[in-house]
């Protein structure tokens, strides 16, 4: 079992659908990570927030909107995506920033 | 700037036989240097990690790394690979004094065991 939870496991929406990414931990971490996974590649880093702070935004669309509503959560929401935004999206979450990251399972989000 | 290279996308090695996988790194200070393994359809999981203390590091399911500065290198070896290894392993840097504070990932290895 991972200490980073991230719901659900399995997304499918179409382009004009809005949802949103859920990520949990309890390990009382201040930094968070979203990262998105295409197959066969390292994950790319989309948005790290620090102190529920958005610390850094890798320049991601801005149909990713994140979202850090306490320390303990980390939600991405999704709205107007495209076919190639389909990936495993991965959270992850540290002490502080640059300490090893504990990563979630992800979520495999599937645009159609 | 800095960066991460895995010298080789594929390694197959039989079960029972030393694993080596390669990882050169470039950074303006001090980085800090991590392994992480992946699984098929899992997350990250961290094997070890180089901080600036012993230069050989010794991880999770009896991994190790070598901190080598004048090779720029941080391989990370095991002594008999076990089926269960085979899995995806990212080499990362990460440089406390890079103002960005990113964490640069290279591009991985896929660890094969044959039995």
């Given at each position: 079992d991972t200490?980073?939870t991230?719901?659900p496991?399995?997304l499918v929406?179409g382009m004009?659908?809005?949802k949103?990414?859920?990520?949990?931990?309890h390990?009382?971490?201040?930094?968070?990570?979203?990262y998105?996974?295409?197959a066969k590649?390292p994950p790319?880093?989309m948005f790290?927030?620090?102190y529920?702070?958005l610390?850094?935004?890798?320049?991601?669309p801005?149909?990713?909107?994140?979202?850090?509503?306490?320390?303990?959560?980390?939600?991405l929401?999704?709205?107007a995506l495209q076919?190639?935004?389909s990936?495993l999206?991965?959270?992850a979450?540290?002490p502080?920033l640059?300490?090893?990251?504990?990563?979630?399972?992800?979520?495999?989000?599937s645009?159609? | 700037?800095?960066?991460?290279?895995q010298?080789?996308?594929h390694?197959?090695v039989?079960?029972?036989t030393?694993?080596?996988?390669?990882?050169?790194?470039?950074?303006s200070?001090s980085?800090?240097?991590f392994?992480?393994?992946q699984?098929?359809?899992?997350?990250?999981?961290?094997?070890?990690?180089?901080t600036?203390?012993?230069?050989?590091?010794?991880?999770i399911?009896?991994?190790?790394a070598?901190f080598?500065?004048?090779?720029?290198s941080f391989?990370?070896?095991?002594p008999?690979?076990?089926?269960?290894?085979?899995a995806e392993y990212?080499?990362?840097?990460?440089?406390p004094?890079?103002?960005?504070?990113k964490?640069?990932?290279?591009?991985g290895?896929?660890?094969?065991i044959?039995?």
């Open positions: 200490e980073v991230q719901t496991k399995h929406m004009t659908n809005k949103s990414l859920k990520c949990e931990q390990m009382g971490h201040r930094a968070m990570y979203w998105k996974q295409k590649k790319e880093l790290v927030y620090s529920e702070k610390s850094i935004n890798e320049s991601v801005s149909r990713f909107s994140p979202e850090c509503p306490n320390s303990s959560l980390l939600n929401h999704l709205h076919p190639e935004d990936a999206y991965l959270c979450s540290s502080f640059d300490q090893p990251q504990h990563f979630g399972d992800g979520t495999r989000l645009i159609l | 700037a800095q960066s991460v290279t010298l080789d996308s390694v197959s039989s079960e029972g030393p694993v080596l996988l390669r990882c050169n790194y470039s950074s200070y980085p800090s240097l392994w992480y393994v699984h098929p359809n899992k997350g990250l999981q961290l094997l070890l990690k180089y600036s203390a012993a230069t050989l590091v010794k991880g399911n009896g991994f190790e070598e080598k500065k004048s090779e720029t391989h990370l070896t095991k008999s690979a076990h089926m269960s290894d085979a990212f080499c990362v840097v990460s440089d004094m890079n103002r960005d504070d964490i640069i990932f290279g591009k290895t896929r660890l094969h044959l039995p």
